[in-house]
């Protein structure tokens, strides 16, 4: 089974288009992530949860919304989507927040047109 | 702010040579050290990480080296294989951003057979 999953795998839409990705860990971690990685593949984190709680939230428009039902699920909601966003969003997990090795899902590529 | 700077953006060796990749941190309170390997296409996986209590790691062809003063750190692939080709990211723990982990921008390799 995946440790880590997240859907769709890909996503396509148009600007001003409201979107969710979904992530699911199967292993048992307090602390679930989301980063962005740009074109240029570098890794931005946006939000940190642990225990459902969110513990880091980076500078990041308030068209983004986190919601974590229990502590295995933690989904990436965004509103009235730009260009701008387009990237590849990748969920991740650990045992331990921000401390030990990172999961990571196999990412969600979204294409905004 | 603080943040994690990652030098060289792109590296190119010959299959059998050594590559290093070397980063540098501003928060003297970092104390954990992953280093991510991202294949094209591929999810971010971790390959080796070290603590701020030892100066060196190695793990068969792969070495990490801690200097805590100079605050930087440095990734050693040994007898490169053209199977190491990938993008390499260093992190390190943000104390002082409440135990962030953040990202350096990435080298990608390549080992040219």
């Known amino acids: 089974d995946t440790a880590v999953s997240q859907t769709p795998k890909y996503l396509v839409t148009q600007m001003g288009n409201d979107k969710s990705i979904k992530c699911e860990q199967n292993?048992?971690?307090?602390?679930m992530y989301w980063y962005k990685q740009d074109s240029k593949k570098f890794l931005k984190i946006m939000f940190s949860y642990n225990n459902k709680e969110l513990i880091i939230n980076e500078t990041v428009p308030n068209r983004f919304s986190p919601k974590s039902p229990d502590k295995a699920h933690l989904n990436l909601h965004i509103n009235s989507l730009e260009l701008g966003d387009s990237a590849v969003y990748f969920c991740a997990s650990s045992q331990v927040i921000s401390r030990g090795e990172l999961f990571f899902g196999e990412g969600s590529r979204l294409t905004v047109l | 702010g603080e943040n994690v700077e990652q030098h060289p953006s792109t590296l190119s060796v010959q299959e059998g040579d050594s590559a290093v990749i070397k980063c540098t941190y501003s928060d003297s309170a970092s104390n954990y050290f992953p280093w991510y390997k991202q294949e094209l296409g591929k999810r971010p996986q971790l390959i080796i990480d070290i603590r701020s209590n030892v100066g060196e790691k190695k793990d068969q062809r792969i070495a990490v080296t801690l200097n805590k003063t100079a605050k930087h750190f440095s990734l050693h692939i040994t007898e490169t294989q053209p199977e190491d080709s990938a993008v390499y990211f260093c992190?390190?723990?943000?104390?002082?951003?409440?135990?962030?982990?953040?990202f350096g921008t990435g080298t990608r390799l390549a080992v040219r057979p």
């Open positions: 992190a390190a723990i943000m104390k002082s951003s409440g135990d962030k982990l953040t």
């Open positions: 292993l048992g971690h307090d602390t």
